[in-house]
């Protein structure tokens, strides 16, 4: 995580798609690929996780101070769920996430407010600002796993 040059990018509602586009494209240049095999384990891995922390707190230090927001629960009031992904063939906005507390399970039998965003490559930064913004209204919060078993009761 690179305080200075890392991937996030807090940008005003107001921005143009062109520049939110131009955002999300350069995000999706910048990810790296993890070889799980080379991922420290035991006690290094303990420790790579404490700096990770440690790490994680400055950010959100900067992250309150690049968006003037006194904590955590005020910037992220009224934040929606949304991620994406690429190919070499497309991008995709879906208009939910997979983190928890709000896991969203991505079957539309189950949760029809799921939706996914598909832009074909090439794409300019306007199509892709606009196609983020539509996922981002679409947003679903608070969506919750389907339950692993159902019981019925019939009464007489």
Not at 21 to 32: K, L, Q, V
Not at 48 to 64: D, I, P, T
Request: proline share 5%; hydrophobic share 35%.
């Amino acid at each position: 995580m690179d305080l200075d040059h890392g991937l996030d990018e807090f940008l005003p509602t107001t921005v143009s798609d062109a520049e939110f586009g131009a955002a999300i494209r350069r995000c999706h240049d910048a990810t790296r690929l993890v070889d799980l095999d080379t991922l420290p384990m035991g006690e290094a891995a303990k420790a790579a996780n404490r700096e990770w922390k440690k790490k994680l707190v400055l950010w959100q230090r900067k992250a309150l101070e690049m968006t003037g927001c006194k904590n955590l629960e005020e910037l992220y009031e009224d934040a929606r769920n949304s991620s994406s992904c690429r190919t070499k063939d497309v991008y995709v906005f879906f208009n939910s996430s997979l983190d928890k507390p709000t896991e969203f399970f991505s079957i539309p039998g189950h949760f029809p407010d799921y939706r996914e965003f598909i832009v074909e490559q090439p794409a300019s930064d306007e199509m892709l600002g606009q196609t983020a913004r539509a996922a981002l209204d679409a947003g679903v919060r608070n969506a919750r796993r389907p339950p692993d078993r159902v019981m019925y009761h019939v009464r007489d």
